[in-house]
């Protein structure tokens, strides 16, 4: 009896079961975006093939009609705005006279910038990589850390440290306590992502193209279809231009 029970599996810790389980959630939430992606992509290139043309066309017969209008004296000429030439403040004329951003000899790096880029470069040196992919991982860490040093980013040069020591490869060793550790970091890690994804589908539901889609699910609820009631409304908007245009230009 205790030889078979000592063949038993051992149990998944409870660190391990919640990574798993963040990496499944990731997994199927970048699916959805990436189809809801796919699906906005298709509505927007039927739009801009169906549809798009057929603008383009009316604003044309628009911009004809205003033409032969004001020709005829039917409406009036629209004088163009002038650009505003003057400051309109004495603070506005000194920041003309600013160098724009990036010319001129650039200040000298502060000591707290110099800390830090020290710190980000030890922490992620790698010399210090345990494997080929982190080698990658960190090589890549201080080619970013290198351009926001050069350009005296101290902000992002915080985050790149922030981001790396909540990072699974930050904790070395092989004790249980540093796999735990690891296991901890790495939950934090797919967390964070998965809030960038939440970000992502909100950014990407409130797009006008996405708006469109919800419109049009919910009149094809209704039993008809705006999609195809947006091509009959700009085909009967240019036959009105033509007809107007038709009217009005001298024989």
């Not at 009959?232 to 036959?239: D, G, K, Q, T």
Request: glycine letters at 2%; a negative charge.
């Amino acid at each position: 009896m205790s030889v078979s029970r000592s063949l038993e599996p051992a149990a998944a810790s409870p660190s391990r079961v919640r990574v798993a389980a963040l990496e499944q959630q990731l997994a199927e939430r970048d699916r959805e975006l990436t189809a809801l992606k796919t699906e906005l992509l298709a509505l927007q290139d039927r739009y801009l093939t169906d549809i798009g043309p057929l603008y383009a066309e009316l604003a044309e017969l628009d911009a004809a009609v205003a033409e032969v209008e004001i020709r005829l004296g039917l409406r009036p000429a629209e004088s163009p705005e002038l650009p505003d030439t003057e400051p309109d403040t004495e603070d506005d004329a000194e920041d003309d006279m600013e160098p724009p951003a990036g010319c001129g000899q650039r200040s000298t790096p502060s000591v707290d910038l110099k800390r830090i880029f020290r710190d980000v470069a030890k922490a992620v040196h790698p010399d210090r990589a345990m494997d080929e992919a982190a080698r990658f991982r960190r090589h890549s860490l201080m080619a970013e850390a290198n351009r926001a040093y050069a350009e005296q980013d101290e902000d992002r040069l915080r985050l790149i440290l922030r981001a790396w020591e909540q990072s699974p490869e930050a904790v070395v060793g092989e004790t249980p306590e540093a796999a735990e550790a690891r296991l901890a970091h790495r939950a934090v890690e797919l967390e964070m992502r998965l809030a960038d994804l939440e970000r992502e589908f909100a950014a990407v539901r409130g797009s006008a193209i996405a708006r469109l889609q919800r419109r049009i699910e919910e009149t094809r609820a209704q039993g008809w279809d705006l999609f195809t009631e947006m091509l009959l409304h700009v085909r009967r908007e240019i036959a009105r231009a033509r007809a107007r245009l038709a009217s009005i230009r001298p024989a």
